[in-house]
């Protein structure tokens, strides 16, 4: 089975600018979760997709959002960049079930100049 | 208090020995508990769930769960250089669907050869 991916994997955006971020999860998984990971700050969470509808939501100005599609991808946005927005920024996807077991994609790396 | 927390590290042994990494958490309703592995440069990767109070077995880890005293562990036995990394442990509360899976920092751990 094939794993989460993330495109693009590398970025770099000039402040002021957004950015959109892809996420297809491992197939059967309807849940998705985006995370931003600084050395700061660590693994915070961003938000949580199911069935496209936004489950949860973590303490992130409403610059960050995102969405899910019928087929469970998902994407975020980040508008209006500012440079504290560099980080990597990674998905999960996981079974509908409340266990919860995340899968991680390889993350993008959004660099912000 | 945060959530979750961990020891930061650095946390060093020598090849071969046991690494024993901590967790406790804050909300005593927590059902969930996980250790993921993250490599330097690497998106997180999950090792180890665990649902029930005691221990669980793979291979050379181990989980051990507490709930009575919030707390949960990771045993690391023949460490080995390649264990290298930074092991976070997650937390969900997992009473309704809707619940979100908390991170702790993480535990930098540094196998000695």
């Known amino acids: 089975k094939a794993g989460v991916t993330q495109t693009p994997r590398y970025l770099i955006k000039t402040r002021g600018q957004q950015v959109t971020l892809s996420c297809s999860p491992i197939s059967g998984h309807r849940s998705v979760s985006w995370y931003q990971q600084t050395p700061g700050q660590g693994l915070q969470f961003l938000f949580e997709y199911f069935s496209e509808t936004q489950r949860n939501k973590g303490n992130f100005p409403g610059r960050f959002s995102g969405r899910q599609f019928s087929n469970s991808r998902s994407e975020m946005n980040v508008s209006t960049l500012e440079l504290g927005d560099s980080a990597l920024y990674l998905c999960?996807?996981?079974?509908?079930?409340?266990?919860?077991?995340?899968?991680f994609g390889p993350g993008t790396r959004l660099t912000v100049t | 208090q945060k959530e979750v927390e961990q020891n930061s590290g650095p946390l060093s042994v020598p090849e071969g020995a046991i690494a024993s990494l901590n967790c406790t958490y804050s909300d005593r309703v927590s059902q969930s508990f996980f250790w993921y592995r993250q490599y330097s440069g690497k998106s997180p990767e999950l090792i180890m769930s665990i649902y029930s109070n005691g221990d669980k077995e793979d291979g050379r880890f181990t989980a051990q769960l507490n709930k009575a005293s919030q707390y949960v562990s990771l045993l690391i036995r023949d460490s080995q250089p390649s264990d290298s990394a930074t092991y976070l442990c997650?937390?969900?509360?997992?009473?309704?669907?809707?619940?979100?899976?908390?991170f702790g920092p993480g535990t930098s751990l540094s196998v000695i050869p």
């Open positions: 997650a937390v969900n509360r997992g009473e309704t669907s809707y619940d979100k899976v908390i």
């Open positions: 999960a996807s996981s079974f509908t079930d409340n266990r919860y077991e995340q899968y």
